[in-house]
C-alpha cells in the first residue's frame, strides 16, 4: 500500500522565483491538505484540496495557489518567493467522510530560498 | 480560534523507562479529535494515536497510551518501555469536527524527546 509521497526532496530557490511542489495522496485517499513548517516550529495549515477545488484555506497570502488533479493528486505553487517562504513542506491526505479525519503526511519537502 | 500548547520543549527519558508529554488546548467546541504525531529526524510525520473527544475511554496503541482530560482540556502521551527508536519531535494536534473547519489540523510547538541507553 503505497503512502503520501511528495516530490522534490529538497529545493533551492532565489527570491522572486516560483516554485511547484508535487504530492500524490495514499491509495484510496481523495483530500489533500498542505502544511508549512518553519525551522524548531509545528506545522501551519496552508490549504486543503477536495473534488480538485480549494475546500479551506488558513492564513496565507494569494502567493500560495494549488491544484489537485483527477487522480487526487495535488500540487503546491508558490509564487515571488521570500526569504520567510523557506520551510519543510508537508502533504497530508485523508478520505472524505464521517470517521475518516486522520490526516496522513508525506516525508516533506525542504524548500530553501537564497 | 482553537490553540494548543506543548510546555515542554525538550524531555529526555532512559531506556525501558516511562515519560509523559503534556500537551493542552483551547477550545469552546464540544466535539473534537486529538493526535499525537511523532516527527524523527527523517521528517515524516507519523501518526502515533488519535483521540475522539466524545469518547470517555482513553486511547492505547501498544506502548502508548493517552490521559485524555475533557474538562481540565489536557491530552498528555505516556509511552512505556521507551525504546531508541522513540527518540523524535512529538506533536500534539487538534481537529475541529464542525464544517469548513474539518481539513484544519492545529499543531502544538512540538517536543523533543531523547531516549538515552
Known amino acids: 500500500d503505497a503512502g503520501v509521497t511528495q516530490s522534490p526532496t529538497h529545493l533551492i530557490k532565489t527570491r522572486g522565483q516560483q516554485v511547484t511542489l508535487r504530492c500524490s495522496p495514499k491509495s484510496g485517499h481523495d483530500t489533500v491538505s498542505w502544511y508549512q513548517q518553519a525551522l524548531g516550529q509545528g506545522p501551519q495549515f496552508i490549504f486543503q484540496?477536495?473534488?480538485?477545488?480549494?475546500?479551506q484555506r488558513g492564513n496565507f497570502p494569494d502567493r500560495f495557489s494549488g491544484h489537485q488533479f483527477p487522480n487526487y493528486s495535488s500540487e503546491l505553487n508558490v509564487n515571488a518567493l521570500l526569504l520567510g517562504d523557506s520551510a519543510l513542506y508537508l502533504c497530508?491526505?485523508?478520505?472524505?467522510?464521517?470517521?475518516?479525519?486522520?490526516?496522513?503526511f508525506g516525508p516533506g519537502t525542504r524548500l530553501l530560498v537564497l | 480560534a482553537q490553540t494548543v500548547t506543548q510546555s515542554q520543549p525538550e524531555m529526555s527519558v532512559q531506556e525501558a523507562e516511562t515519560v509523559t508529554l503534556s500537551c493542552t488546548y483551547d477550545t469552546s467546541e464540544s466535539d473534537y479529535y486529538l493526535f499525537w504525531y511523532k516527527q524523527p529526524p527523517s521528517r515524516q510525520m507519523i501518526l502515533v494515536i488519535r483521540q475522539e473527544a466524545y469518547k470517555q475511554q482513553n486511547a492505547t496503541e501498544n506502548r502508548f497510551s493517552v490521559n485524555f482530560q475533557k474538562a481540565a482540556k489536557s491530552f498528555s502521551l505516556k509511552i512505556s518501555d521507551s525504546q531508541l527508536g522513540d527518540a523524535a519531535m512529538y506533536f500534539c494536534a487538534y481537529r475541529s469536527s464542525y464544517g469548513g473547519s474539518q481539513g484544519n489540523l492545529i499543531f502544538g510547538k512540538g517536543t523533543k524527546l531523547s531516549v538515552k541507553p
Open positions: 484540496y477536495y473534488e480538485e477545488e480549494e475546500r
Open positions: 497530508a491526505s485523508s478520505l472524505s467522510g464521517l470517521g475518516q479525519e486522520t490526516q496522513y
